[in-house]
């Protein structure tokens, strides 16, 4: 398993504070406009503004078009006004629901404190889920959470209300990192939770052995479930840009810190991470999970375009 650390250079200078007239699409920046809710309507409403007609059909939500009345058809669906023009039945047709039922699974565990000079994994994932589950609920699907660490924390099942989604929002709004990463051994326990087939979104930094977690992945692919896997990563994981001797310490452990030089294991580093990050998207593939990776300075909108274009893809299944 991948060794978690949080890296502070001896001597440094703290960072300045981001300018609230940042742009819109730099997470960091948005976090400083208000609350959990209010930003995730903020990322959701300017999204749905640039798109067109939504992929999702919930239960009578467009109308599509007039056909003939024949006995069986629904009463409640005869359009009166066209029946008084025409003096004939007519209903209307409108586009069925999908009956979508999503579980978001967020990983709570210690790695996913690390923030850099950027917005923490945590933060960033957990305004993702925010910006996920309300913009399924704005297409009338039921979202639920599961967060978790080493096991199992909080959990809601899957619901299109409202409430449901402000009890989301308040456990979203206390989830703190801790304990170790253990993503295989949740989903396992997680697994009999979710009884109808359903989309499984997994964020996470996917801190674990790549083997073990797509073994669990493909079972919940067996069992008829979509998944999808979103890996927040920071720029520093994905560059590391340290050139001072630097102190690692590890978020998961306490007491495990390392002093190094970074030129002689940056190398050695990147190749094992790069290394990491391939087989994962490789045995992702293997099972037919979708795998997309972002760095916590992604605007969120390419993370739900993302979201959008893997749902409606032809052939899915």
């Not at 004939?88 to 709570?108: G, P, S």
């Not at 994981?237 to 306490?254: A, G, I």
Request: glycine residues 6%; aromatic residues 10%.
């Amino acid at each position: 398993m991948l060794s978690v650390f949080n890296s502070t250079p001896l001597n440094s200078k703290s960072h300045p504070m981001l300018s609230h007239d940042a742009p819109l699409d730099d997470p960091t920046a948005l976090a400083r406009f208000g609350k959990l809710d209010v930003v995730t309507r903020l990322v959701v409403e300017g999204f749905m503004m640039g798109q067109h007609k939504s992929p999702f059909k919930g239960a009578s939500v467009e109308f599509v078009e007039h056909r003939q009345y024949y006995p069986g058809d629904e009463i409640r669906h005869i359009d009166w006004r066209a029946y008084g023009k025409t003096g004939k039945y007519y209903v209307k047709e409108f586009e069925e629901e999908t009956n979508l039922r999503c579980y978001l699974l967020l990983d709570c565990s210690g790695s996913m404190a690390y923030a850099g000079k950027t917005l923490s994994k945590i933060d960033y994932a957990r305004q993702l889920a925010a910006a996920l589950g309300y913009l399924l609920l704005r297409q009338r699907d039921a979202v639920g959470l599961i967060t978790f660490d080493s096991k199992r924390r909080d959990y809601i099942q899957p619901s299109a209300n409202p409430k449901n989604f402000g009890q989301m929002l308040d456990i979203l709004d206390q989830a703190r990192p801790r304990n170790e990463t253990a993503i295989s051994t949740v989903l396992r326990e997680v697994q009999p939770l979710i009884k109808r087939r359903s989309l499984v979104v997994l964020i996470s930094d996917c801190f674990d052995e790549p083997e073990a977690l797509t073994t669990t992945l493909k079972q919940l692919r067996h069992d008829r479930h979509e998944v999808l896997l979103f890996q927040v990563v920071t720029p520093e994981e994905e560059e590391f840009p340290f050139s001072k001797p630097t102190q690692f310490r590890s978020l998961e452990r306490r007491g495990d810190h390392k002093l190094v030089d970074p030129h002689q294991l940056r190398a050695r580093y990147l190749e094992q991470y790069q290394e990491f990050c391939a087989t994962l998207a490789r045995q992702c593939g293997s099972v037919n999970v979708d795998y997309l990776k972002f760095r916590t300075t992604d605007a969120y909108h390419l993370a739900l375009g993302a979201f959008l274009n893997q749902r409606t893809r032809p052939g899915r299944k």
